[in-house]
T-cell receptor, first 117, second 114 residues
Framework: NAGVMQNPRHLVRRRGQEARLRCSPM?????VYWYRQLPEEGLKFMVY????????ESGMPKERFSAEFPKEGPSILRIQQVVRGDSAAYFC???????????????FGPGTRLTVL | AQSVSQHNHHVILSEAASLELGCNYS??????LFWYVQYPGQHLQLLLK??????LVKGIKGFEAEFIKSKFSFNLRKPSVQWSDTAEYFC????????????FGAGTQVVVTP
């Protein structure tokens, strides 16, 4: 019963390159969330997706960041033209399908630690 | 906008001491409340959660938390800590009857000395 999988676990990029972070939700889960953790801070919500739909992207920076959760395959968080300030840990979480108000709990992956040189 | 405050950023205590971590939130409506723990080098794990019912919630590893609605608080407690409880602890809040984002506190780093 695999948990939430994220890869890579560590990613190093130079300024201006692209970073692609992958998240495979737990089996049977159709809701995916991305969070960012900056040093000395708590997790900040970025985006919430269901299959092929972005439900809430209120936490996403307006430029350079995008996310998708295709019908097949993992969810991808994409950061274009990375800058040093993008260095952080990026966590993915998933929760099962169901009605809003059900006792849905988010289960977290191990995170991807992005370092921008 | 809702916010979550954790009062202590760092706590150091000895084994067998009691632990209480404060968490307050600002939101007037119904909320779901969570405590997550992040052990060194590991991902976030759910300690306990409150959705409804008994405001005293028991979680894993001997932790419990009490929801006090009038104080907008959800404090975490453990009567007797162990060295293995060294970790960072995060309080999180979600608006009830909605999907979506968790609002996290800044976290409390707990160090338990032998």
């Amino acid at each position: 019963n695999a948990g939430v999988m994220q890869n890579p676990r560590h990613l190093v990029r130079r300024r201006g390159q692209e970073a692609r972070l992958r998240c495979s939700p737990m089996k049977g889960h159709s809701h995916v969330y991305w969070y960012r953790q900056l040093p000395e801070e708590g997790l900040k919500f970025m985006v919430y997706l269901q299959k092929e739909n972005i439900i809430d992207e209120s936490g996403m920076p307006k430029e350079r960041f995008s996310a998708e959760f295709p019908k097949e395959g993992p969810s991808i968080l994409r950061i274009q033209q990375v800058v040093r300030g993008d260095s952080a840990a990026y966590f993915c979480a998933s929760s099962p399908p169901g009605l809003a108000g059900a006792e849905d709990t988010q289960y977290f992956g191990p995170g991807t630690r992005l370092t921008v040189l | 906008a809702q916010s979550v405050s954790q009062h202590n950023h760092h706590v150091i205590l000895s084994e067998a001491a009691s632990l209480e971590l404060g968490c307050n939130y600002s939101y007037g409506g119904t909320v779901n409340l969570f405590w997550y723990v992040q052990y060194p080098g590991q991902h976030l794990q759910l300690l306990l959660k409150y959705f409804s019912g008994d405001p005293l919630v028991k979680g894993i590893k001997g932790f419990e938390a009490e929801f006090i609605k009038s104080k907008f608080s959800f404090n975490l407690r453990k009567p007797s800590v162990q060295w293995s409880d060294t970790a960072e602890y995060f309080c999180a809040v979600k608006i009830s009857y909605s999907w979506g984002k968790l609002q996290f506190g800044a976290g409390t780093q707990v160090v338990v000395t032998p």
